[in-house]
């Protein structure tokens, strides 16, 4: 073979290795863009969108509630669609209570600021103030609620003169103790949370219908119980309970104020006097209160001491309201038999 003939050929093959190396190309890019075209093809507009667009999940909505019950009611509404947080640590009194300064930092970081109204959160209105939170929502658990003003006199045993304690200027305030009143209050946060967070809406109408639903259970439960023991006549030494007494029909016939120490014997006469005139079945106190003149009294008198939840103090699980009052109603239920 000669020179030229080896040359011809040597360019032969390169000119076929090229060729083959073009088609090679063309259908690797062609199966590529079908590939790219079937992923497309299998994806909506929207999910394309989402995909060049990733959605950045926005802050939940902070809310700050007053004291424990009304923390139970709106957790229970919030579920976990905002955060929610408590001014008074269960077991403080509410109605004496000083704000501090974590308070105010609360509410000056918040969205929605639940309370249970009628007067009882005397401190909210300078907290609030010092807070400066011009975009706070303010919702009143107990909007739209007629107050009781004190159906039972208030006894004083101590020959100290004194001012009535938690005087109730707006009628009395713990209307979350009776379970009609307290539908009436998850309805108020529901609504205000929705005004104030519409985005989960739907979250919220469901969760406060399930706790309206067992509400509504409890309350026949109290209904049914109670309803047998209609004459039960009871003296409390803490002003908690007119709305339960009245849906159900016992009688609380007095609240008696006993100061916890320094008390001479004439207060105590005075005390065993005072629950004498009444004739009364039960005698009512409330958890933590150790109060010495209290236990001597039932002595005294032959009466047990028992004790029904103000639910000021206690878990923080919404359930916890439930659990307490149906104590509550096993507590009242063997005090009037």
Known sequence: MTVR??????????FLSLIALLIFSTVVGCNQSNT???????????????ASNPIVPSEKTKVVTTFLPIY???????????????????????????????NVKAIATANVLVKNGLGLEEFLEGTVKNAQN???????????????????????????KKDHDHAHTEGNPHVWLDPVLAKQQVTNIRDGLI?????????????????IQ????????????????????????????PYLAQRYNIKQVAVVEI????????????????????????LFSEP????????????????????????ETGETNPQYYFQAMKANLQTLQTACQ
């Open 5 to 14: 003939e080896r040359k011809t050929g040597t360019q032969k093959r390169g």
């Open 36 to 50: 790219n075209q079937g992923t497309n093809s299998e994806q909506s507009p929207q999910a394309q969108e989402a």
């Open 72 to 102: 139970l009611f709106t957790q229970a509404v919030a579920g976990d669609a905002a955060d929610v947080a408590i001014l008074v640590p269960p077991g403080t009194e509410v109605h004496d209570y000083q704000a501090t300064p974590d």
């Open 134 to 160: 011009s975009n706070l929502t303010e919702i009143d658990a107990s909007k739209g609620i007629k107050p009781l003003n004190e159906i039972s006199p208030i006894e004083t045993t101590t020959t100290e």
């Open 195 to 211: 005004a104030a967070d519409p985005r989960n809406k739907t979250i919220y109408e469901a969760n406060a219908a399930a706790y």
């Open 214 to 241: 067992q509400l509504e259970t409890l309350n026949s439960e109290f209904q049914q119980t109670l309803q047998k023991t209609p004459n039960c006549t009871f003296i409390t030494f803490h002003d908690a309970y």
């Open 259 to 282: 100061p916890e120490d320094q008390l001479s014997p004439a207060d105590v006469q005075n005390a065993v006097n005072t629950v004498k005139k009444y004739k009364v079945k039960a």
């Open 288 to 311: 933590g209160v150790d109060n010495k003149l209290l236990k001597s009294l039932s002595q005294d008198l032959n009466l047990n001491l028992r004790t029904l939840d103000s639910l």
